[in-house]
């Protein structure tokens, strides 16, 4: 009977220490979420707005682009696996263009996804999706999100630098 207890009063503690691990997972991608709003709008917000059309070489997007894709790609994720709320995101009729717009689009799209991790249940994380890439989970999907705007992110701050620029400080965790 001891021995039974022993077993049971273990696998309690590591199911609470599981849990806790994912919510502490959660709570800091929604804070590194937030951040990366936060430091994406400035970093949207130092170009001058003839210079949204600039890139570096050609075929490669402009800086106007690169946020948009950005947007689009924070849209479809959280919409495609973390939440079944539609996306904010829908590809106009004609191209946005225009700083303000993109700057709204972005804020717009920040704030979906947010609120759907704010709302997403952390026993969920190791839930799986049928992905272009394969099978994941939803934590490297949350994990993807975090990637891929970093990744853009990083090649904006080189589209200022190269218009003579200096990038807003970072703003990480």
Same mark, same amino acid.
């Given at each position: 009977?001891?021995?039974?207890?022993?077993?049971?009063?273990? #696998?309690?503690?590591?199911?609470?220490?599981?849990?806790?691990?994912?919510?502490?997972?959660?709570?800091?991608?929604?804070?590194?979420?937030?951040?990366?709003?936060?430091?994406?709008?400035?970093?949207?917000?130092?170009?001058?707005?003839?210079?949204?059309?600039?890139?570096?070489?050609?075929?490669?997007?402009?800086?106007?682009?690169?946020?948009? $894709?950005?947007?689009?790609?924070?849209?479809?994720?959280?919409?495609?696996?973390?939440?079944?709320?539609?996306?904010?995101?829908?590809?106009?009729?004609?191209?946005?263009?225009?700083?303000?717009?993109?700057?709204?689009?972005?804020?717009?799209?920040?704030?979906?996804?947010?609120?759907? #991790?704010? #709302?997403?249940?952390?026993?969920?994380?190791?839930?799986?999706?049928?992905?272009?890439?394969?099978?994941?989970?939803?934590?490297?999907?949350?994990?993807?999100?975090?990637?891929?705007?970093? $990744? $853009?992110?990083?090649?904006?701050?080189?589209?200022?630098?190269?218009?003579?620029?200096?990038?807003?400080?970072?703003?990480?965790?």
């Amino acid at each position: 009977m001891r021995l039974l207890f022993i077993v049971f009063s273990l #696998l309690v503690i590591n199911t609470l220490t599981a849990q806790k691990a994912d919510s502490l997972f959660l709570d800091a991608a929604i804070t590194k979420l937030q951040n990366s709003k936060e430091y994406t709008l400035k970093v949207a917000k130092e170009m001058p707005e003839e210079k949204y059309g600039f890139m570096p070489v050609p075929g490669e997007m402009s800086f106007g682009e690169q946020l948009l $894709h950005i947007a689009a790609n924070l849209g479809w994720l959280t919409s495609s696996y973390i939440t079944n709320s539609k996306s904010p995101v829908i590809k106009p009729a004609t191209p946005i263009q225009k700083k303000e717009e993109i700057i709204q689009v972005l804020n717009k799209t920040y704030d979906f996804a947010i609120s759907a #991790l704010k #709302l997403f249940d952390a026993a969920h994380l190791a839930d799986t999706v049928s992905f272009f890439a394969g099978t994941k989970t939803k934590l490297q999907i949350i994990n993807l999100i975090s990637d891929h705007q970093t $990744h $853009h992110r990083a090649q904006l701050i080189v589209y200022l630098r190269l218009n003579g620029i200096k990038p807003p400080e970072y703003i990480g965790w």
